[in-house]
Structures are given as C-alpha cells and as structure tokens.
C-alpha cells in the first residue's frame, strides 16, 4: 500500500499540530494557580478607598478567575500588615508607602497592582472642641483620630504636622476605624481632629462637624500636598510570595483591573446597588456625594506611575527618620508586570 507523498505544506502543518498538542497541557500548566485560596487582609474594607477590591468581591470577579478569597477586615492599615508580617494573610490590600516603610526595616515586601492613585484622605478639624482653630500650631497637644496608629491616616497627618512645624510627638493619635465609630469618636468630643476616608469625612464635611484643612481626595488636592502623583490602595505581598505564586497573582491583578474597569463606567445607581448596605451608615445620599468626591482618585488601570514611587519615598522621608531615601531601592517596592498583562486582558 503506497503512502500519498509528503508535502512541504503537509509537512509543516503535521509539526504545527504536533507543537499544538504538546503546548496545551504546558500552558494548562502555566496557569494552573499555585495557591486558589487565599487570606487576603484590609484595613477599612468600607471605605470608598478600598471600593474596587469590594467590587470585584462582589461581582464574582476573584472566583471568575479560580481564587477563592478569604477577607478579614481590620480597623487599619498597619494591622492588615501585621497579619501579612505574622503569617496569618497571605496578600494585603493596603496603602503603598507600607512597602517603602518596611523595606527600611529590611523586610521586602511588593506592590503588584494598583487601586488607588490618590490617598483619599482628609484632615478635619472639630468645630465642635476647636471651633475658632486658625493654624497647624494650635493642634498641639491635641487628640486626633485616625484609622489606626501607623496607617496611611496616620502617615498624612504626620506629614500635615510636621509642615506645619508640630512634631507628631506633640500629639496624641487615636485609632477609630474608618466606619461608624469613627463617626462617633468626633461627635462624642473624644477627639478634636480627624484624619480619614470617604465616606466618613464627607459625612463630617457637609453637616458642618469638622473644618477641612487637608485634602487628598482629588489628584490636585494630593498634588498640592505631595507635590507629585501619590500612589495609595494597592495589593502586596512579600516578595518570595510572588516569586513562588505568580500565577495566583496574575489572578488577583486581572480580578482587581476587572473592577477598576466596571468602576470606570459605574453609575451612582450601580455602586449602591453593589457594595453592602452597611457601608452607606445609613446615609445614601451622602454616600453617593462622597462617592462623586473620591471618583478620580480610583486608578484606571491597575498600572504604578512611574513617578509614584518617588513621591512616597519624598514624603515619608520627610518625617521618618527610619526612611534613608538612599538606602531605599524603589525597584523592589513594585511591580508592572501582573497590572500590565490584566489591563492587555480586560482592555482596561
């Protein structure tokens, strides 16, 4: 029996076929995830800051990518990475300058996608205990509320102080959470100064309770305070983390690029309709007003600019003696890498 000859054209497509069949199961295998379910920590899950990591929990967008995702959520930022430093989270949706900080401290951990590209935080001052407050000196010896000691609330308004020529010494912080309590702890005259998120500062804002004296909420705002784009919300993890789980965090970044691009669209009606009722304190309408403040300051695309880094080392800097910019090496507090792949994906 004669075998029908074989062509050039038969020959290359028999090899192209062949290529085919061993490459599936290598690719298979490139995206199977190292690590499906995870502990993910947040400081404040109802804030407007951490709005797109709600929105791709709600919208199915994490299982959509084979993640099973546990969130336990902290009253701050600097208890979210005590649970990643202590081994009880394995990523932490938090602030960016926590990578820089930690560094300082020898311990490399790294952002690989972003949320947030303005901090959001404002700093209010109560007209109820300091109704005739004229300037940052007179915040001496006075109690202000934030998150949680250590967080980004607390960094800002150590930022705020010292250009104002007040030592962060000379104050008294006070975690509050970023919810209701922290609400109260103004009413209440328990502290005299508020540094925070939306929706609770323009809850405070627009009822009259607190003078705004810093805000970060808009990208001028944050220029005028930082004097550059100021990178806040992210996701990271320590570094070996990602080197050993790259495929799990090329899942996270697509999850969380995927809400970044709804957001993008999102109508006032949608977010309501989404996030948890808890998270309006009772207030829809001064909800959505908060929303409309922040709405800019939500990134794009889950890609680092490349000048954000620096304008956090420059900050931190300037009140943390701990933080030597030039011991500092900024390529190993981020990553591109996983943002840029899930905005080719999502056409974000």
Same mark, same amino acid.
């Given at each position: 029996?004669s075998h029908p000859p074989i062509t050039r054209r038969t020959f290359a497509s028999t090899l192209a076929l062949t290529a085919a069949a061993v490459a599936a199961p290598a690719l298979r295998?490139?995206?199977?995830?190292? @690590?499906? #379910?995870?502990?993910?920590?947040?400081?404040? @899950?109802?804030?407007?800051?951490? $709005?797109?990591?709600?929105?791709?929990?709600?919208?199915?967008?994490?299982?959509?990518?084979?993640?099973?995702?546990?969130? !336990?959520?902290?009253?701050?930022?600097?208890?979210? $990475?005590?649970?990643?430093?202590?081994?009880?989270?394995?990523?932490?949706?938090?602030?960016? =300058?926590?990578?820089?900080?930690?560094?300082? /401290?020898?311990?490399?951990?790294? =952002?690989?996608?972003?949320?947030?590209?303005?901090?959001?935080?404002?700093?209010?001052?109560?007209?109820?205990?300091?109704?005739?407050? /004229?300037?940052?000196?007179?915040?001496?010896?006075? #109690?202000?509320?934030? !998150?949680?000691?250590?967080?980004? %609330?607390?960094?800002?308004?150590?930022?705020? $102080?010292?250009?104002?020529?007040?030592?962060?010494?000379?104050?008294?912080?006070?975690?509050?959470?970023?919810?209701?309590?922290?609400?109260?702890?103004?009413?209440?005259?328990?502290?005299?100064?508020?540094?925070? *998120?939306?929706?609770?500062?323009?809850?405070? =804002?627009?009822?009259?309770?607190?003078?705004?004296?810093?805000?970060?909420?808009?990208?001028?705002?944050?220029?005028?305070?930082?004097?550059?784009?100021?990178?806040?919300?992210?996701?990271? %993890?320590?570094?070996?983390?990602?080197? /050993?789980?790259?495929? *799990?965090?090329?899942?996270?970044?697509?999850?969380?690029?995927?809400?970044? /691009?709804?957001?993008?669209?999102?109508?006032?009606?949608?977010?309501?309709? %989404?996030?948890?009722?808890?998270?309006?304190?009772?207030?829809?309408?001064?909800?959505?007003?908060?929303?409309?403040?922040?709405?800019?300051?939500?990134?794009?695309?889950?890609?680092?600019? =490349?000048?954000?880094? @620096?304008?956090?080392?420059?900050?931190?800097?300037?009140?943390?003696? !701990?933080?030597?910019?030039?011991?500092?090496?900024?390529?190993?507090?981020? *990553?591109?890498?996983?943002?840029?792949?899930?905005?080719?994906?999502?056409?974000?």
């Amino acid at each position: 029996m004669s075998h029908p000859p074989i062509t050039r054209r038969t020959f290359a497509s028999t090899l192209a076929l062949t290529a085919a069949a061993v490459a599936a199961p290598a690719l298979r295998a490139q995206t199977k995830l190292e @690590k499906p #379910k995870l502990a993910l920590a947040v400081g404040g @899950k109802a804030a407007f800051y951490y $709005l797109p990591l709600t929105i791709s929990e709600q919208l199915g967008y994490f299982k959509a990518e084979g993640l099973d995702v546990e969130i !336990s959520d902290f009253a701050g930022g600097a208890r979210a $990475l005590q649970a990643l430093v202590g081994g009880s989270a394995d990523i932490v949706s938090g602030a960016f =300058e926590h990578t820089i900080n930690m560094q300082s /401290k020898n311990q490399f951990i790294s =952002e690989f996608v972003l949320m947030g590209r303005a901090p959001q935080i404002a700093i209010g001052v109560s007209t109820k205990t300091m109704p005739s407050y /004229k300037s940052i000196g007179e915040l001496r010896g006075k #109690k202000i509320g934030v !998150s949680a000691p250590g967080s980004s %609330t607390n960094m800002i308004a150590n930022l705020v $102080l010292t250009r104002g020529g007040v030592k962060p010494t000379d104050v008294s912080f006070v975690g509050v959470g970023t919810g209701a309590g922290a609400l109260a702890a103004l009413r209440s005259g328990q502290i005299d100064v508020m540094s925070n *998120t939306d929706p609770v500062m323009t809850m405070l =804002e627009q009822k009259g309770e607190v003078k705004i004296i810093s805000d970060t909420r808009t990208l001028k705002g944050t220029q005028d305070v930082f004097g550059g784009p100021m990178p806040a919300a992210c996701l990271y %993890t320590h570094a070996d983390f990602m080197h /050993k789980n790259p495929n *799990t965090c090329q899942a996270l970044a697509n999850a969380i690029v995927r809400g970044l /691009k709804w957001l993008q669209t999102a109508g006032p009606s949608d977010i309501i309709k %989404t996030v948890p009722e808890a998270y309006l304190l009772g207030d829809r309408g001064l909800y959505l007003a908060s929303f409309n403040k922040v709405r800019e300051a939500i990134a794009l695309d889950g890609v680092m600019p =490349e000048e954000g880094p @620096k304008t956090a080392l420059k900050a931190l800097a300037s009140f943390e003696p !701990s933080v030597k910019p030039e011991k500092i090496e900024l390529a190993k507090t981020y *990553t591109n890498e996983f943002a840029r792949r899930a905005k080719d994906k999502y056409k974000a």
